[in-house]
T-cell receptor, first 111, second 113 residues
Framework: RKEVEQDPGPFNVPEGATVAFNCTYS??????FFWYRQDCRKEPKLLMS???SGNEDGRFTAQLNRASQYISLLIRDSKLSDSATYLC????????????FGTGTSLTVIP | DGGITQSPKYLFRKEGQNVTLSCEQN?????MYWYRQDPGQGLRLIYY???????QKGDIAEGYSVSREKKESFPLTVTSAQKNPTAFYLC????????????FGQGTRLTVV
């Protein structure tokens, strides 16, 4: 079983739409969670960390459900510039940090 | 500016040759990582190092080797034993412990010709 699983999409949404991505992880001992954004042929960049109580950064909201072992990302009022691949990342932290990445969910925002 | 630098950006290798990818960071991070990304795929962990002079195999270490002689540097050698080396290679670093994210270099695109 993969450490982290995501729906690859693609998600094609109109500007202004709200879109949600989910991700599940297999190791209940995982301690840190993140969403990264990756543009085509570029390196991943941190979008936001995910905290147990849930957190929001502008149009982006991240949620963590430890009991069900899933993480979500909600994007409100989608912009054309949000088009990218969104990667769910889990840090097992067995011996130091050890990051595991989902395959990513592709989002295209359409004018 | 603090950051993580990979070189070269593009690399072409003939079959049967070894090639070394460079990764340098000036973020004073203890931990460094190498990932491989294939088209339409997620990142897969090749090797990681939590401290100088120590490193561990990731999920797909076969055909690769690394060294960690300096805190700032974590070069990856793709050997001739790696049967399918064409991929996008990403180096990352992070603080060794705590709730901290990984920072990435710009990646090296390796093509076997």
């Amino acid at each position: 079983r993969k450490e982290v699983e995501q729906d690859p999409g693609p998600f094609n949404v109109p500007e202004g739409a709200t879109v949600a991505f989910n991700c599940t992880y297999s190791n209940s001992a995982s301690q840190s969670f993140f969403w990264y954004r990756q543009d085509c042929r570029k390196e991943p960049k941190l979008l936001m960390s995910v905290y147990s109580s849930g957190n929001e950064d502008g149009r982006f909201t991240a949620q963590l459900n430890r009991a069900s072992q899933y993480i979500s990302l909600l994007i409100r009022d989608s912009k054309l510039s949000d088009s990218a691949t969104y990667l769910c990342v889990v840090d097992k932290r067995n011996t130091g940090n050890q990051f595991y990445f989902g395959t990513g969910t592709s989002l295209t925002v359409i004018p | 500016d603090g950051g993580i630098t990979q070189s070269p950006k593009y690399l072409f290798r003939k079959e049967g040759q070894n090639v070394t990818l460079s990764c340098e960071q000036n973020l004073n991070h203890d931990a460094m990582y190498w990932y491989r990304q294939d088209p339409g795929q997620g990142l897969r962990l090749i090797y990681y190092s939590q401290i100088v002079n120590d490193f561990q195999k990731g999920d797909i270490a076969e055909g690769y080797s690394v060294s960690r002689e300096k805190k700032e540097s974590f070069p990856l050698t793709v050997t001739s034993a790696q049967k399918n080396p064409t991929a996008f290679y990403l180096c990352a670093s992070s603080a060794a412990a705590g709730n901290t994210e990984a920072f990435f270099g710009q990646g090296t695109r390796l093509t076997v010709v």
